[in-house]
């Protein structure tokens, strides 16, 4: 008997990120998005190409549509999910919504806790192989001086090791080059067979 392993690639973030839309992008698919944090609230593995899954996750973390114990809900099954040994992931995809991170960071600094980007983005490297990829998407809202701030955050937390991308899912602006970047790292990790994907 011939065992399929499947192989997933899990899509992470804050609520309203993104997330759902770079899964739009990559799988040419068009699962719903929404003005509002809170869009995606299950877990959904979506088979793309043979074996090869993506997981789109619930936002991680605060969002007004959700009371405190669907949100902690949430929290666990991210966490079990990806803790689950059963799962083999193989990169992640961490996407960060730079028209706020920096203010979200702040607010949060200011009361001593580590923003769940950070924590979420140490969580999936130590469950999968190849560096993260970390995204930050909405960048057609905002200025390059901002955009500045968001890198100079990133870089002052200690991380695993990440490649890091600019793109706006909006304006499609650097969405290609990622789309590549993905791709080839598909290729390398499961083989030529995957270039149709
Ligand atoms: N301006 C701008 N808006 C974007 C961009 N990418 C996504 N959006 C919008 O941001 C909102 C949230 O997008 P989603 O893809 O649903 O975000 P999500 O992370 O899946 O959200 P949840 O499922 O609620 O956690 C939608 O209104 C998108 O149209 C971008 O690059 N620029
Ligand atoms: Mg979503």
Redesign the pocket.
Known sequence: MIIMIRYLIPIT?R???????LLNFLGRMSRP???H????LQIETIPIYRNLSFVDF??FGR?AKKSKRIEEKIKNNIIQFIDNPENNFLFGLHIIDASTFPIVVHSLEKKGIIPIDIEMISFVSENTKHPIFIIF??I??VKISFMKQNLVILKSYELPEYELFQV???SKEGCNNLRNRVKNQIIKELGVSYQHW
């Not at 609520?15 to 839309?21: I, L, M, R, V």
């Not at 944090?37 to 995606?40: D, I, M, N, V």
């Open positions: 973030g609520p309203n990120a993104g997330k759902t839309s998005v929404g003005k944090a809170g869009t995606t619930p936002g969002a998407n909405k057609d809202k706006s899912l909006k």
